[in-house]
């Protein structure tokens, strides 16, 4: 389609040059020298036609080799897909935007296609409030037991295995937790994938079947922190941090550390 809409802006702009120039040879046999300067306008027309078509065809590259490092929408999505604690509680999240994320969730692949997931959503202040004490927050952070009352977030989504399906998952809740997340950073949205969780008492607060296995938990919810990303330090520390402005800092390694080698 992209190949095609460039013919035909090749096409528009070729034959809007063909018309002005006979148009002008047609004033110059019926009028003779006095078109001239008739001609020599239109001549001028398409000149400058030309010279436009040039200058946004470069413009039109030069975004796009811009955008192609610094200003791809994935890549911003993806920086913007930071762990968030800290919510504002208030600040409701619907469930139809719940099941916006999970049809995200079921379109990502899937070992075999087996596709053994299942999830249950919450968007209920009181079901909310049984999720959040089967979850452990921050382990890095000494002292700090979660996000306090009005911090907390607004929405759950938990990922279970279904295991007459089969009995082990291997990464596929990964994938679909990814996906579910970067969904929530397109709605401004932001969350924490969770995997520490009290696990029995969270399937007895909610009653799950034996027959799944919960796997992960995403808290969701308007973001109430900034999360910055740091170059991790020589000695290797990668352990995040919050500063006493309360800003979070989550160090990462460099591509050179990360990149072996090219075969």
Known sequence: MRIFMKKFDLFITFSLTAIIYFAGLGLTRLYGP?????LFCLLL??????LFEIYRRLARHIRGVGRGRNESPLRDIILGNRSCRRFHQDAPVSCGSLKELLELARLSPSAANLQPLKYIVSCDPSANNRIFPC????GYIEDW??????????AYIIILGDTEIRDSFGCDH?????????GAVEKGLRGCII????????????????????LLVIALGTP????????AGVDGDIKYWRGADQVHHVPKRTLEEIFLRRI
């Open 195 to 214: 995997g520490s969780i009290h696990r029995e008492k969270l399937r007895r607060e909610l009653d799950i079947s034996p027959r799944y296995e919960i």
């Open 45 to 50: 027309l398409v000149v400058l036609l030309f």
């Open 135 to 138: 979850l452990s927050w921050a």
């Open 34 to 38: 006095e078109a001239v300067p008739i």
């Open 174 to 182: 990964g994938i679909a937790a990814q996906s579910i997340m970067l």
């Open 224 to 231: 109430a922190e900034k999360v910055m990303l740091e170059k």
């Open 145 to 154: 037991p979660g996000p306090a009352e009005g911090e907390r977030p607004a």
